[in-house]
Structures are given as structure tokens and as C-alpha cells.
């Protein structure tokens, strides 16, 4: 039986900054931003948009009134959730109109969370191959103003719908993990930002890549040549290209020459949003099979997912048939063209925001789905 991916579709709030800009305003060249960490664009949300409006928006350009009846199985993975005990996907489970008996929970293991989620999906999909299952990245990446961590922030969601007739990616069963106990960046309860060590997180993703990437080609005897492209997790564009080049004296130059050029193709969005922590690597997949023009049926696709702290997982899909009639580019493209762009100040305002949970709130935002009151630290949301 193939079981994967079936539909797929991100959104990102509708505000932006330019890095050229942020870069002048904190007195650094803006090569170090736009070339030193790849990125040029970032995206902003205000308060009255959190992890389920992302990902509500992101859900409800995939799915119609049948996938709704036949998803049984709803899991957010996120490290940006705003309560301790009830899963952002409960409520993202009513938003969607998704049939009552179905299971829903949220799970975080840093930017692996959607991962795992994606991996129960499968597993229960394949146990079930009546039902369906939808997978949710979203976040809000954080790290305050004025430090290392502020050109590294961004916001949005990823919504995968998995089945077993996927019309754009199978998943393989052959996968390796690694887990690892390293305080490379974490976020202790009550912070409101996690604490970095950058030059630990950044040595300890290329390490665990390179780990799990030659343990996979040692167990299944694979090599470069068996795979179109492969796909990072992406917290800015240059770490993942860092984790690749790593390897690439292994390969022959054609080789090293088509991943490359595959890899520029996968952060083409990313460029313009930031990171998305769990949904960065899925936003990658998306640019990839958006923006390359040389991808065909039965490409092997390989999928790097990390999450600090630190578990890492590389494993495979298989592009499908006609796989690009089912994806969403004048959509995505559209999404991205039509943002505000937010002076600085006005995007240090957005951040500075802080609401009182303890205060009734009213918002007034334009977005389908959005937060429209807070009350006695109830959200209640614009469906």
C-alpha cells in the first residue's frame, strides 16, 4: 500500500519586513543577513493571529467536504503552543469542521514535532486505509529584538493531508533516526524566548545530519545518485546548505552539481518567510516542487528533519504521476506577493505588543480565520 502525502499548502501572515532593512537599523552590514544567513524577507504576525489561525489558514485551502468526513486523525506539531494542557489541534479540529469521532492531539519535540505527526499519520493511515489524516506545522519563531536569534525569526503553518492514494508524494518505510541529549537551544517553562547556543545548534545540525544521512545510505545501500534532491530543515537557508556541502566531497561533481541546484529550488520561500521551526522543512518540500522544472514521477525524494535538543530523522518519498496538477503555486506565489511590508518601527511595535490574558481583548482582523476576543484567557476565533 502507498501512503503519503496527498495535498499540501502553507500560509504565512500576511506582514513582512525587509532583512536589507532591519540590517541598516541594527548597524550591520546587510550581506551579513541577506548572504551570511541567506535570507531576505521576513515574515510578522500581529496578536490577533496565533499557531491555529496559521494553521486554520493553511488547512482550509486543501480541504473539502470529504476529506473532512474521512480525516479521523488531526496532529499539530509545534513548539509555539500557548497552553499546557489543551492541543492547539482540538480546537483546530472544530475550526476545520473536521467529523466528530476522530482523535486529535498536538506534539512538540522542537522542529521535529511535525515530523513525528506525519510519522503517526502514516502508521495509522496504513492500519486504516479508509481514513485519512491531517498533519499541521505551525509556529511562531521568536527570539525578541536586538540580538543573534532576531534575523532567524518568522511565522506561519503547513498543512499535509495524508492518505493511501497520495497524489504527490509516497512515503518510504526506510528511515533513520538519532536522538542526542544536547542543550544546543531550548526554552524552559515561563520564557518567553529559548535560550541559543548558535555555534553548538549550528556544529550539532551538521553533525546530525551527516550521521543519519550515512547510516541511511549504509542500511539501504543508497548513494547521491539514487535521489532527485534532498530537503533540510530550514531555520535559515544557509544552515541547510552548510549540512549539505558537508557531505558533498563523497559525490561525483554531476551529483553534487544537481543537489545543489534542487536545494536553491527548495529555499525559495524560505527566503522570503524566515523560519517556520516545525513546518521549515515542509515549507522547503513545497518551494522545491513549486520551483523546479526538472522534477518528474518517480524522483526520490530525501527529507532531513531536526529538532533541537536533539532528534533528527532522514527518510524518503517517492514524487507521484501528475503530481504537480495537486499542488498550489499561483496560490502560494499570490500569498507571499500580496503581504504588507512593515516599516522597522512599526515591526518592533508589533513585537513589543503584549496582551493581558487576564483582560478581555477585542481584535479586528481581516483574516478568515483569527483571533476575535480573548476572555478569561478563553481565544475565541473568526471561522
Known amino acids: 500500500m502507498n501512503v ?4 499540501i499548502s502553507f500560509f504565512v501572515p500576511p506582514y513582512y519586513i525587509d532583512m536589507a532593512e532591519l540590517a541598516k537599523k541594527r548597524g550591520v552590514d546587510p550581506a551579513k543577513y541577506l548572504v551570511g544567513i541567506g535570507q531576505s524577507q521576513m515574515a510578522i504576525g500581529p496578536s490577533s493571529q496565533d499557531i491555529v489561525t496559521y494553521a486554520a489558514n493553511a488547512a482550509s485551502e486543501i480541504l473539502t467536504p470529504e476529506d473532512k468526513e474521512a480525516i479521523d486523525l488531526v496532529v499539530v506539531g509545534t513548539e509555539s503552543s500557548f497552553d499546557e494542557s489543551k492541543a492547539s489541534a482540538v480546537i483546530l479540529h ?5 467529523q466528530d469521532f476522530a482523535r486529535s492531539f498536538e506534539i512538540k519535540e522542537a522542529c521535529y514535532g511535525a515530523t513525528a505527526g506525519l510519522e503517526a499519520a502514516k502508521n495509522h493511515v496504513t492500519r486504516h486505509p479508509e481514513s485519512k489524516a491531517l498533519v499541521i ?14 534575523p532567524t525569526q518568522g511565522a506561519g503553518a503547513v498543512a499535509m493531508l495524508i492518505s493511501n492514494k497520495p497524489r504527490i508524494l ?11 541529549d544536547i542543550y544546543d537551544f531550548w526554552r524552559p517553562t515561563g520564557h518567553n524566548y529559548p535560550l541559543v547556543d548558535g555555534p553548538l545548534s549550528n556544529e550539532t545540525y551538521i553533525r546530525s545530519f551527516e550521521k543519519v544521512y550515512t547510516r541511511y545510505t549504509k542500511v539501504y545501500q543508497e548513494n547521491f545518485g539514487d535521489f532527485a534532491a534532498l530537503t533540510f530543515h530550514i531555520p535559515y537557508t544557509k544552515m541547510g546548505k552548510k549540512a549539505l556541502q558537508s557531505v558533498l ?21 524560505s527566503r522570503r518567510v524566515g523560519n517556520l521551526y516545525t ?12 520551483n523546479s522544472t526538472v522534477l518528474k514521477a518517480g524522483d526520490k525524494i530525501g527529507l532531513f528533519s531536526y529538532g533541537s535538543g536533539a532528534v533528527s530523522q532522514f527518510f524518503t518519498g517517492i514524487l507521484q504521476p501528475d503530481y504537480e496538477k495537486y499542488l498550489l503555486k499561483e496560490y502560494h506565489q499570490k500569498l507571499l506577493s500580496q503581504r504588507t511590508k512593515l516599516t522597522i518601527s512599526d515591526y518592533e511595535s508589533m513585537l513589543n505588543k503584549n496582551i493581558d490574558y487576564n483582560q478581555t481583548t477585542i481584535f479586528n ?8 476576543k480573548i476572555e478569561n484567557n478563553v ?5
Do not use: C, H, W
Request: without cysteine; charged residues 25%; glycine residues 8%.
Open 4 to 7: 503519503g502525502i496527498d495535498k
Open 94 to 98: 472544530r475550526l476545520m469542521g473536521i
Open 137 to 150: 506545522a505551525a509556529d511562531i519563531a521568536r527570539y525578541g529584538l536586538n540580538n543573534g536569534g532576531e
Open 170 to 180: 509516497t512515503l518510504s518505510d526506510n528511515t533513520v533516526n538519532l536522538t542526542q
Open 249 to 269: 566531497p563523497q559525490a561525483t561533481e554531476q551529483d553534487a552539481t544537481r543537489l545543489l541546484e534542487r536545494y536553491e529550488e527548495s529555499i525559495v520561500y
Open 279 to 290: 513546518g521549515s522543512l515542509y515549507l522547503g518540500l513545497i518551494s522545491l516542487l513549486e
Open 365 to 372: 482582523d481581516e483574516l478568515p480565520f483569527s483571533i476575535t
Open 379 to 383: 481565544r475565541f476565533y473568526r471561522n
